[in-house]
């Protein structure tokens, strides 16, 4: 199945439950990140999230037969993909969400679009510049300014974990385009490389996170909210939600599915002001309401329907090319 032979017509009710739950699924995610960075450093809470998620996705692949890709190339590229796709934005937004509100962390992976189509069009030269995009492109540019608030000024601690989760976004700019390049032509199911891509960042991560933050805690020594929090990011975000997103692609098409985009910064936003009780400053959600005013104008969204990148928290390569998600 790709992005070109699935149906963008479909009754709402056979989609739009599903549609909602990723969003809402997606969208908590940053709730989860902020409860979990209290008692846990951001590379462990990655390394705990990632391999929860390796094993979700693992039963599923069983359940279903399928099997992990076989060939050396894939597994070759699948380090990139998981380095820049996986281990190093799941990360960065847990730094980043020890210094700022999740619902702001929400927002800024909404800019992954716009980082994307750049480098897609500059580096891996498999998009290109259109006026259209070209404007898309301005619009989030001149949002980013926006919730960045640059007219106050820059620097301090919240300054930096903006630039942290926009560091995330930026990683996601790098991973989307290479894999669509590189990975994106395999004969593997976007659930084998989606599984094979968190077993790799898993081993990344098993790696790096004793060397930097020091033998992550055992699990017993944990709050029972910090665990269900890493349970819900590793299980929901990652294994669930990715099983829904393929729903949806096949039944409402990927155009469709794609624009779950614009519910996740909306979802992040209510959940971080009603469980945690965030605030935001004005500019933040006006700001965002034109970085996505851009996403939809670059991705065409505004005019004729047209299939556009579907998002997944581990990117499937066969079904389409994914958005992100923290």
């Given amino acids: 199945m790709t992005a070109d032979i699935t149906p963008d017509r ?50 599923v692949l069983a359940l279903l037969r399928d099997r992990l890709p076989r060939e050396p190339r894939v597994w070759a590229h699948l380090l990139v ?124 991560l098993a790696v790096v996170a004793p060397l930097v933050a020091g033998a992550p805690p055992v699990p017993t020594g944990l709050s029972a909210k910090v665990v269900a929090s890493v349970l819900a990011l590793g299980a929901l ?14 039944v409402a098409g990927a155009s469709t599915a794609s624009t779950v985009t614009y519910l996740i910064p909306v979802f992040a936003v209510l959940v971080g002001a009603v469980v945690l009780d965030e605030r935001m400053n004005w500019h933040q959600p006006v700001g965002a309401l034109v970085v996505l005013l851009g996403v939809a104008v670059a991705q065409g969204m505004l005019g004729r329907r047209r299939p556009g990148p579907v998002p997944a928290v581990a990117p499937a390569a066969r079904a389409a090319e994914p958005a992100a998600q923290g």
Avoid: D
Wanted: glycine share 12%.
């Fill in 81 to 204: 993909v998981a380095a820049f796709g996986v281990a190093l934005p799941f990360t960065l937004f847990g730094f980043g969400e020890q210094r700022v509100e999740s619902m702001l962390a929400g927002i800024w992976n909404a800019t992954t679009p716009l980082i994307v189509l750049p480098l897609a069009v500059l580096v891996f030269r498999t998009e290109r510049l259109t006026v259209r995009r070209a404007v898309g492109l301005g619009l989030g540019f001149a949002g980013v300014l926006v919730v960045l608030g640059v007219w106050e000024g820059v620097g301090g601690s919240h300054f930096t974990g903006q630039l942290m989760c926009l560091g995330a976004a930026a990683c996601y700019g790098v991973a989307i385009p290479y894999q669509k390049k590189f990975i994106a032509g395999s004969s593997y199911s976007g659930l084998s490389l989606s599984a094979a891509q968190l077993l790799v960042a898993t081993a990344q």
């Fill in 237 to 250: 975000g990652t294994g669930l939600a990715f099983v829904i997103n393929l729903r949806n692609i096949r």
């Fill in 10 to 59: 479909a009754p709402a009710r056979s989609w739009l439950p599903g549609f909602l739950a990723l969003g809402v699924i997606w969208g908590s995610s940053f709730l989860f990140i902020k409860v979990g960075v209290a008692e846990l450093h951001p590379l462990h809470l990655t390394l705990y999230r990632v391999a929860t998620g390796a094993v979700t996705l693992l039963v």
